[in-house]
Every structure is written in C-alpha cells, then in structure tokens.
C-alpha cells in the first residue's frame, strides 16, 4: 500500500514563496502520476498541480506561470515550488498518488497567505 506524507505548508506574506514536499512510500511501478490539489473553506478541491513518472506536467490555470512541481523519482518524491504567493492561493493542500487500481491522498497541509 502506497502511504504518502506531505511536509513544508505554512504562513507567508504575499509575494512569498513556499516548497511543498510529498514522499510517497511503498510499491511504487509503472505510469503512475503525482500531484497537489487544494481545497479552500466552502470551495471545491481543485486541482493545483500533477506530474507523470516519466515527467510529463499539468497546471491549473491559477497557478500557471508562478507555482512549479517537480519529482525525484530515486526518492518518490514529488515538490511544489510555490512563487509570488496570492492571498486567494490559501488552502488545504492535498498530496495525491494515482496508478492503475489506486488513488492514494495525503492527509493535507495547509497553505496560508496574508499580510
């Protein structure tokens, strides 16, 4: 069973940045996509950010242009680097791991911007 663990949400000021980290533990194999979503207080969760095993990336379009993910796939692990923070990016940020059969959340981390 593929467990994940999420580090690195937290307080910053707009215009601040922060690094997401997501390790995913486990039997990891095959085309398999990691990525963040978040859902804010009376939003639906949307979908932020995904990465593909071999690297292939998605965005949504909030985010494009300022946040950025990546994946180390020696350490299953997959980063958000997140720029030029918005107070509207505040959420509770979910890690997901999806393969053939699974689709595996993280417990969430919350993410807050305000001056």
């Known amino acids: 069973q593929v467990q994940l663990v999420e580090s690195g949400g937290g307080f910053v000021q707009p215009g601040g940045s922060l690094r997401l980290s997501c390790a995913a533990s486990?039997?990891?194999?095959?085309?398999?996509?990691m990525g963040w979503y978040r859902q804010a207080p009376g939003k639906e969760r949307e979908l932020v950010a995904h990465?593909?095993?071999?690297?292939?990336?998605n965005y949504g379009e909030s985010v494009k242009g300022r946040f950025a993910i990546s994946r180390d796939s020696a350490k299953n692990t997959a980063y958000l680097q997140m720029n030029n923070l918005k107070p509207e990016d505040t959420a509770l940020y979910y890690c997901?791991?999806?393969?053939?059969?699974?689709?595996?959340w993280g417990q969430g981390t919350q993410v807050t911007v305000s001056s």
């Open positions: 486990g039997i990891i194999f095959g085309f398999n996509v």
């Open positions: 997901n791991y999806r393969s053939v059969g699974r689709n595996i």
């Open positions: 990465i593909t095993n071999v690297g292939t990336t």
